[in-house]
């Protein structure tokens, strides 16, 4: 989407692919801590009331991971739909369709979830 | 693209006979998109967390029985095996492991790593939570 038009004509590649490889792998790499750290936490908190969940949600250190962990994950979702999308989509208008859907909803989803937990951080 | 659609195709999945990196390739995409099928149902979770013991209560209901219990062991498979695979792509990145038999033998590697420790978490769910 960045592209010069001659790139995305079929005149050669857009130059970002690097871009996106690396950074696919460095979210990947966020998400092998904050997913672990999130399945240890989901265990640790099975069962456990509303108030308990709000509570250990207050904590600094696990707004923090959960922020980290939305961003690293929506962020490498993002990238993992937008390579789904270009196998797979073949229509130029749908295609850039989806890509922007992505983009926006990657965007506005892990928004509102930051907000959300800072709301619970702030508010606890 | 329909004057191109007549045109011979290579082979493709209808062709190949499956074999298990092949599964795991694909599965690991399969996998990608279920968890950002979960990621929408983390999002939801933290902002009814936010809105109150009521919004709570719903996503609670949803997911505490036996149906919201499965898919929940799903996404734990899911993410097992994204990241157990996912590290394995690391390694491959790094130029290591990609010879067709050491391919083959960490695919039941990944598989039963992923499998082994979906059921620990929920071994440990069941009996602590």
Same mark, same amino acid.
């Given at each position: ?29 966020? %998400? ?25 949600? %207050? ?66 | 693209? &329909? #004057? ?7 082979? !493709? /999945?209808?062709?190949? #006979?499956?074999?298990?990196?092949? &599964?795991?390739?694909?599965? !690991? #995409?399969?996998?990608?998109? &279920? ?6 149902? /983390?999002?939801?979770? @933290?902002?009814? /967390? ?9 996503? #609670? ?27 394995? !792509? /690391? ?6 492991? @990609? ?9 039941? @590697? ?15 769910? @069941?009996?602590?939570?």
């Amino acid at each position: 989407m960045r592209s010069t038009r001659a790139a995305v004509r079929g005149l050669g590649s857009a130059r970002h692919g690097t871009g996106h490889w690396i950074l696919q792998r460095l979210t990947a790499i966020a %998400g092998v801590f904050t997913v672990l750290w999130f399945v240890a936490a989901m265990v640790s908190l099975s069962g456990a009331p509303y108030a308990e969940i709000r509570a250990w949600l %207050g904590s600094n250190f696990n707004a923090t991971m959960m922020i980290l962990l939305v961003i690293s994950a929506y962020w490498h979702g993002a990238l993992g739909l937008q390579t789904i999308i270009e196998d797979y989509v073949h229509g130029p208008a749908l295609k850039l369709g989806s890509l922007v859907a992505v983009k926006l909803l990657a965007f506005a989803l892990a928004t509102s979830s930051i907000v959300a937990i800072l709301k619970v951080a702030i508010g606890s | 693209m &329909a #004057r191109q659609a007549a045109r011979p195709l290579s082979p !493709h /999945l209808q062709i190949y #006979r499956w074999y298990l990196t092949m &599964a795991t390739s694909i599965a !690991h #995409r399969i996998t990608g998109v &279920a968890l950002v099928l979960g990621l929408l149902l /983390l999002t939801w979770w @933290l902002t009814a /967390l936010a809105r109150g013991p009521d919004s709570f209560a719903v996503v #609670r209901a949803m997911t505490d029985n036996i149906l919201g219990g499965l898919v929940l062991f799903g996404f734990t498979f899911a993410i097992f095996f994204h990241l157990v695979n996912g590290i394995r !792509h /690391l390694v491959w990145d790094a130029g290591v492991g @990609l010879d067709k038999e050491t391919a083959e033998q960490s695919s039941y @590697l990944v598989i039963g790593v992923a499998g082994g420790l979906t059921i620990l978490t929920w071994l440990v769910v @069941l009996i602590f939570g």
